[in-house]
């Protein structure tokens, strides 16, 4: 899995995965254009999403309709270094009876980003292009003089 990011302007970057794209911004209070969502909201649409994708799969195989389902996303930004301290999600799904309400909110629970985020990955940064010194700094020094 791969997604490429490039800067799109003051505040933006643009974010394509196979023929997507998403733009992601400041918002107009952080000096940004407002033109995408910030960082932390993709990254909350994303856990968001992930969550709606398995709860929709775990209602279908009961046959049930996935139509009046929605889900809430919120975090909490705080700590040293800043981040997202807690995330949230909210499950709106009317009409379920307490069984099906359980093993619901259990799917949700156990969505591939929701699990990413219990065990985190190694995150690896790397450089991709080579340092460029300039003819000067290559020349070697005069010993001579």
Request: charged share 40%.
């Given at each position: 899995m791969e997604v490429r990011v490039r800067r799109g302007g003051d505040t933006k970057?643009?974010?394509f995965a196979r023929f997507h794209?998403?733009?992601?911004?400041?918002?107009?209070?952080?000096g940004g254009g407002d033109t995408g969502m910030t960082s932390p909201e993709l990254m909350l649409s994303a856990i968001g999403c992930c969550a709606m994708d398995c709860a929709v799969e775990y209602l279908r195989a009961r046959k049930l309709a996935p139509d009046g389902i929605g889900l809430r996303i919120s975090a909490e930004e705080g700590g040293d270094p800043r981040r997202l301290v807690e995330i949230g999600i909210e499950v709106d799904a009317p009409g379920l009876n307490a069984k099906t309400r359980e093993g619901l909110l259990k799917t949700i629970e156990g969505c591939m980003l929701q699990q990413t985020l219990a065990v985190p990955p190694k995150l690896n940064v790397a450089m991709s292009t080579l340092v460029t010194e300039s003819p000067r700094a290559r020349q070697p020094a005069n010993l001579a003089s």
């Open positions: 970057s643009e974010a794209r998403v733009v992601c911004d400041h918002s107009f209070d952080d």
